[in-house]
C-alpha cells in the first residue's frame, strides 16, 4: 500500500508522485475488464476509439489517430470498420462543413455501456474493502480529478480540430 504524509502539506510534487504511483494499477484493471467485456468482434484499437468517443464527442480523425498513436491512414481504416460495423458515423462539423465529426451510434453506446457497466461493477468489489470515510476521500478525489484534467481532452480535440 501507498503511504504519503498524511500529516504533512500536501505539496503538488507529493500529488503528482501519487498520481503517477497510483493511477498505473488503476489503469491496468480498468483496462483489462473493459477488454474483456468489449464486443468479441471487436479489436482493441477499434474498441479504444469508441471509448475515446465516449468521452469527447465529436471528435475528429486527427484525435483519434494521436490517441491510438497511429498514422492517419491507419486511424481512417479503423473508423470506416466501425462505421461499417454501425458503432459510430460521421458527420458534418456545424460549424464548418470541410470538418467531419466522430460520433457514437446508439449501438456504439450499447457497446460502451455493457463494458462499462461490468467494470464498475469491478471496481466496486474492490473498493467494498474501505470503510466509508476513506471511499469518499475516493469519490472526492476522482471528482476533483476529473474536473482538473476533463478540459485536457476538450483542449486536445481542438487542437487537433486546427490540424485538419
Same mark, same amino acid.
Given at each position: 500500500?501507498?503511504?504519503?504524509?498524511? /500529516?504533512?502539506?500536501? %505539496? &503538488?510534487?507529493?500529488?503528482?508522485k501519487?498520481?503517477?504511483?497510483?493511477?498505473? &494499477? !488503476?489503469?491496468g484493471?480498468?483496462?483489462r475488464?473493459?477488454?474483456?467485456?468489449?464486443?468479441?468482434?471487436? %479489436?482493441?484499437?477499434?474498441?479504444?476509439?469508441?471509448?475515446?468517443?465516449?468521452s469527447?464527442?465529436?471528435? /475528429?480523425? +486527427?484525435? !483519434?489517430?494521436?490517441?491510438?498513436?497511429?498514422?492517419?491512414?491507419?486511424? +481512417?481504416?479503423?473508423?470506416?470498420?466501425?462505421?461499417?460495423?454501425?458503432?459510430?458515423?460521421?458527420?458534418?462539423? &456545424?460549424?464548418?462543413?470541410?470538418?467531419?465529426?466522430? !460520433?457514437?451510434?446508439?449501438?456504439?453506446?450499447?457497446?460502451?455501456?455493457?463494458?462499462?457497466?461490468?467494470?464498475?461493477a469491478?471496481?466496486?468489489?474492490?473498493?467494498?474493502?474501505?470503510?466509508?470515510?476513506?471511499?469518499g476521500?475516493?469519490?472526492?478525489?476522482?471528482?476533483?480529478?476529473?474536473?482538473?484534467?476533463? &478540459?485536457?481532452l476538450?483542449?486536445e /480535440?481542438?487542437? %487537433?480540430?486546427?490540424?485538419?
Amino acid at each position: 500500500m501507498l503511504s504519503y504524509a498524511s /500529516n504533512s502539506t500536501a %505539496s &503538488p510534487q507529493a500529488c503528482a508522485k501519487a498520481l503517477l504511483d497510483a493511477l498505473p &494499477p !488503476v489503469i491496468g484493471v480498468v483496462r483489462r475488464e473493459m477488454r474483456r467485456h468489449r464486443v468479441k468482434a471487436m %479489436s482493441v484499437p477499434q474498441f479504444r476509439t469508441l471509448a475515446l468517443l465516449r468521452s469527447a464527442p465529436a471528435a /475528429n480523425l +486527427s484525435a !483519434v489517430a494521436d490517441f491510438l498513436g497511429a498514422s492517419l491512414p491507419t486511424a +481512417s481504416r479503423l473508423v470506416s470498420g466501425l462505421v461499417t460495423k454501425g458503432y459510430i458515423c460521421r458527420r458534418e462539423c &456545424p460549424c464548418d462543413r470541410r470538418k467531419v465529426e466522430l !460520433v457514437l451510434t446508439a449501438r456504439g453506446v450499447a457497446a460502451m455501456k455493457i463494458a462499462r457497466q461490468a467494470t464498475q461493477a469491478k471496481l466496486s468489489e474492490r473498493l467494498e474493502s474501505l470503510d466509508d470515510e476513506d471511499r469518499g476521500a475516493v469519490l472526492r478525489s476522482m471528482e476533483l480529478l476529473h474536473a482538473l484534467f476533463s &478540459p485536457e481532452l476538450r483542449e486536445e /480535440n481542438e487542437e %487537433s480540430d486546427s490540424k485538419e
